[in-house]
């Protein structure tokens, strides 16, 4: 019974004497002051490590350099997007115009495979799909090339004839939308599920490695005529490595903003 007492005996007095305390400090009706002022919370970890990055990449040495674009070509690139256009006019025979344009995306990230090395480089061979329209001045429809860049080197992976306008244009449209909201409120990403529904309707053409070698040699100059070669798929992988560190660099000021 002592024991119960001399345990309970402290917390009952420090009860007591907490109220009196309590009731003579505020027995004017005065309430406790509670301090409202709230700091800024900011992300300073994540804001310096940002800064880190940034200070480090204006350091590189071993930056892709900007490639110069090839003899006739006109280039387009949007800040934030992982594609980028290439245009060329070209005349066939002295008069007849045929109009080049090449849509090319960005290295897809695997993010088991695209892990780099200090100098920049990787073990496995790099690559990029791009697909190049030909639309003639005086002819309906044209011509889908789908061309790989590996190794410094253009493979010719699938050939699509278009007989119409209309349906070239929904090709284009379905490789690579611009994700603009339109007037109506919808955006030609939705659009573009339409698209890519006609595209998967079309006959995509043979299987190009069953072809007879000189038919296939034959496309090739074709191709070669143009400017499409081995010189093209090496510039559009440089422009592509190039591009990639432009939006890596946008990606952290935009990063950097946030965090601040």
Request: with cysteine; net charge negative; hydrophobic share 35%.
């Amino acid at each position: 019974m002592r024991r119960m007492v001399s345990h309970c005996r402290p917390r009952f007095l420090t009860r007591l004497c907490s109220q009196v305390s309590e009731s003579k400090i505020y027995s004017n009706g005065d309430s406790p002051k509670i301090s409202t002022r709230v700091l800024p919370f900011r992300h300073r970890k994540l804001y310096s490590i940002t800064l880190r990055e940034l200070h480090e990449e204006s350091l590189r040495d071993f930056l892709p350099p900007k490639p110069a674009i090839p003899a006739g070509w006109t280039i387009e690139h949007q800040v934030g997007s992982s594609r980028f256009d290439l245009r060329k006019v070209h005349k066939a025979d002295g008069c007849t115009e045929e109009d080049l344009h090449v849509v090319a995306l960005m290295e897809s990230k695997k993010y088991e495979e695209t892990y780099r090395m200090d100098n920049g480089e990787r073990e496995e061979e790099d690559y990029i799909f791009f697909t190049l329209f030909i639309k003639k001045s005086n002819c309906n429809g044209g011509l889908e090339f789908g061309l790989t860049s590996i190794d410094m080197e253009l493979v010719m992976d699938t050939l699509v004839v278009h007989s119409s306008d209309r349906e070239i244009d929904s090709s284009v449209c379905s490789v690579a939308p611009s994700f603009r909201i339109g007037t109506n409120g919808g955006s030609s990403a939705t659009n573009n599920i339409g698209h890519r529904r006609c595209r998967d309707y079309l006959y995509r053409g043979p299987m190009l490695n069953e072809l007879d070698d000189d038919f296939t040699d034959e496309i090739l100059d074709y191709l070669d005529e143009r400017g499409i070669n081995n010189g093209f798929a090496e510039y559009v992988m440089a422009q592509a490595h190039y591009f990639e560190q432009e939006e890596y660099l946008n990606w952290l000021h935009l990063l950097k903003v946030f965090a601040k």
